[in-house]
């Protein structure tokens, strides 16, 4: 059974930094699309970062390029998103999600998703 379970998240200042996790079970990294995604109370859920299934590109939404990094390790099958100089606009419930195959791996076209992680970057 596809499994994704994120963690890392919590209660930043301005600035700082977190890293989140996306743990993976019941199938390969390499075999699917992964994307970290956020959404925020209000707001629809929007792709903050992602690798393509098909050669492992990685992609970013221009809110996020320059301050946000993902990585993964395989032999871990963990996915990771590095954040840093964080801004009270990155506030969201963010979300890690897999699909074999999407148009573009920025785009909510995944059908597992795990069950979140709360990030609140506040003074």
Known sequence: QLQLVESGGGLV???GSLRLSCAASGFTLDDYAIGWFRQAPGKEREGVSCFDSA???TSYADSVKGRFAISRDNAKNTVYL???GLKPEDTAVYYCAAERKVTHCLLPEYDYWG???QVTVSS
């Open 82 to 84: 590095q954040m840093n």
């Open 13 to 15: 200042q301005p600035g």
């Open 55 to 57: 050669d492992g590109s």
């Open 115 to 117: 069950q979140g992680t």
